[in-house]
C-alpha cells in the first residue's frame, strides 16, 4: 500500500538534535536484542535525511525510510538518548518513493534522499530552514518569506569533483567512498550524481596505479603511498584539474603514474598534494604540480575564475551561476558603494559584482585561494577590487579601524556560521546592504537571532545545489531597521 506523504509540516518533538558522535560521555551500546525487528511508523525526516519514528518511547533513526512509511528495521545502536536503526523492508511505501539508482550500495555520502522524489527534496530542504527558524525563533521569524527551492537543472551527474579514497587490501584495489561513520571504503565504478568526465578518470586511475605497481597508502601498516584521488573538472572549457593526495614524498613509479594520467582525455594539470598520518584532514600543507597548468578555468556568468587544486569551489558549476545571481539580486548596489566579499574562495561574488560598486574588497583565508582571487581579478581585466588573506574575525574589524566605510557585505561562511565576536563587529559597523549565504539553516538559524537586534529579514531564497543529498544553500536578505 503506497501513502500519500506531507512534508510540509515536521511534526513531534522537532527540537530533538541528535548529539554528536564525539561529545558521546557513555560508549554507545550494540543493541541486546541482537538481530530482533521492529515495525516502526515514520513520522518525519532528520536534518540529515533519515527517517525518525519512536520505539518503546524513544526516537530512532533510520536512514532510507520516508515520512507516513511503516517500516520494518533492525535496531543496531543503543544511545542514551536515541536509537539507531537499519531498514530491513517497507511494509508500507510513501507515494514519493522512488527506485534507488542500481548498481549503488545506499549506504554511501551523497545519495541520502535518492529514494525521494524530487519534488519531496525540495520540499523537504525549504521544511529544513522552516524548522530551524521554529527552533531559534529569531525576531519576526514567523513573517519571513520562505521561498520555495529553487530547484537544479540536472539531478544527476551534476558534481564536477570527486574526492575518492583509495585502498589495498588482500590484492584488491577499492577506489571510492567511506560507508558513513565507519572504515570500510566502499568501491565505486558508479557514481550517479558525479559527471561521466571524472568519474572516468577517477576509474582510469585506479587502473593505472594497479598496472604501475604505484604504492596505495595503508593506515594500519603504516605504508606511504597514493591515499586519495581527487579529480575536477570546470565545466565550461572542460579542463581537468588531478591532485593525488599522498602519505610521503617520494614513491616509486609516481612520476610514471603522473604522465599517463597526463595523457588521459580533459586532463591538463596532475599535482601532488604531501599529507601524514597524523592529520586529521583531507589535505595536507604541501603542494606541488607535477605536470601540466598552474590552473583550471571556470567560467560563471560572464566572468572567468582559475582555480588552483585547494581554492574552494561550488560543486555544481551549472547551479552556482543561479545561487549568485539570486544573491547579488537580493544584494541592493550602487555604484558609490565599498563592498565586503567576506569569505570570498577564489573571489567569485565580489568579482561578479564588482561593476556595480566603487570598489570591492573580500577575505578569504587559505592563501591559495586568495592568489587565485587576486588573479581572477585580473583575468576580468578589473581594477576596483582586491582580495586579502586573514581570517574574517581579524580582517573586518581591522578595516573598520583603518576608516574603511563598509556599505555593502556579503558573507559565505562555513557550515560553522558567524563567530559571534564577528557578530558584534557587524551590528557595530552595519552595513546597509547585506545578504547571508548559508549551506547550514541551523547556524543560519542561530546567527539571525543577533543579527536581527539590528536587521530584518524579509525573504530567504533556497537553491539546489546538491540534488540526492540533504544539503541545501539559502540566501537571507537583511534589511537594517531605521
Ligand atoms: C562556503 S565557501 C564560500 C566561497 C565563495 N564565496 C564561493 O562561493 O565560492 C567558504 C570560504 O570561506 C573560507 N573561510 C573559512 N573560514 C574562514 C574565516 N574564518 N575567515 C575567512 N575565510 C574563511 C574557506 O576557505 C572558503 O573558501
Known sequence: MQKKTNFRKPQGSKNFKRPNRGKQQRPNKRFDDGDKHVIITIKRLGINGEGIGYYKRKIIFIP?????????AKIVTDHPQYLEGELVRVKEASLQRVPFPKGVDPR???????????????????DNVLSALEKYHPRGYKNYKVKKTIPAPSEWHYRNKASYQIEKENHKVSLGLYAPNSHELIDLPEMPTQNEDTQK?????????????VPVANRRRKFDGVKTVVVRQSEATKEIQVTLITVGHKLENLLKLADAIFELDHVVSVFQNETDWQNPQVWGNKTTKLLGKKQITEEIMGKKFGLSPRAFFQLNPVQTATLYSEALKLLTLTPDMTLIDAYAGVGTLGILAADQVKQVIGIESIPEAVVDAQNNVSLNHLNNASYLQGSVERVLPQLKNDGVKIDALIVDPPRTGLAKSLIKTLLDVKPESFVYISCNPSTLAQDLVL????????????????????????????TLRK
Open 64 to 72: 532510507g525510510a520516508l515520512p507516513g512509511e511503516v517500516v520494518v
Open 108 to 126: 554511501i555520502g551523497g545519495l541520502e534522499l535518492a529514494h525521494l522524489s524530487y519534488e519531496g527534496q525540495l520540499e523537504f530542504k525549504r
Open 201 to 213: 578518470v577517477e576509474r582510469a586511475i585506479r587502473d593505472l596505479i594497479i598496472r604501475l605497481h
Open 451 to 478: 543579527l536581527t537586534e539590528a536587521y530584518d529579514v524579509r525573504v530567504i531564497e533556497n537553491v539546489d545545489m546538491l540534488p540526492q543529498t540533504p544539503r541545501c544553500e539559502c540566501i537571507a536578505k537583511l
